[in-house]
């Protein structure tokens, strides 16, 4: 049974082997990934941004990525999930990539309506990776990781 999957350290080796996104080390730069064009090249295509003064959750190309105001960033699509943490100006992030191989578990979760607009997200997909133990082979959640949007008109984009 697979059990990898925890996310790894957001790196330019770490992008290049897992999305395959071609990026030298030197050009590397975190805050360079708060870009919705770089993350939808990277197949990314719902954010959920906790900014210091309101939770954001939409399409990437609707959230605002002023990052004076993120505390922490989630970037996601049906298979992989780029997060990035601001930690007083330092940011640091995880990378994850799901494989056909990794049993999982998928649930919807009602979201607060957050928007006074026409299409707001109205449910949360996640997707709960299942790992089992080494020893006695009994499963645990690995990794939870969020895999889409359902929006108030029932539409997932």
């Known amino acids: ?45 719902f954010a959920i941004i906790y900014h210091y003064d309101y939770v954001e959750s939409d399409v990437i190309e609707k959230v605002d990525m002023n990052l004076e105001n993120i505390m922490e960033a989630r970037f996601f699509a049906e298979d992989r999930e780029i997060r990035i943490f601001n930690d007083e100006g330092e940011l640091s992030g995880t990378i994850f990539l799901a494989n056909e191989a990794n049993e999982k578990i998928r649930e919807e979760y009602y979201l607060f309506p957050r928007s006074k607009g026409k299409e707001y997200p109205q449910k949360l997909i996640a997707n709960k990776y299942i790992g089992y133990d080494t020893e ?22």
């Open 1 to 45: 049974m697979s059990n990898s999957c925890a996310p790894r350290i957001l790196s330019a080796g770490n992008l290049r082997e897992l999305l395959k996104y071609d990026i030298k080390t030197s050009e590397f730069c975190m805050d360079r990934i708060l870009n919705w064009g770089l993350l939808k090249k990277l197949g990314m295509k």
């Open 136 to 157: 006695d082979n009994q499963a645990y959640i690995s990794y939870v990781a969020p895999a889409g949007f359902i929006f108030k008109e029932g539409e997932m984009i």
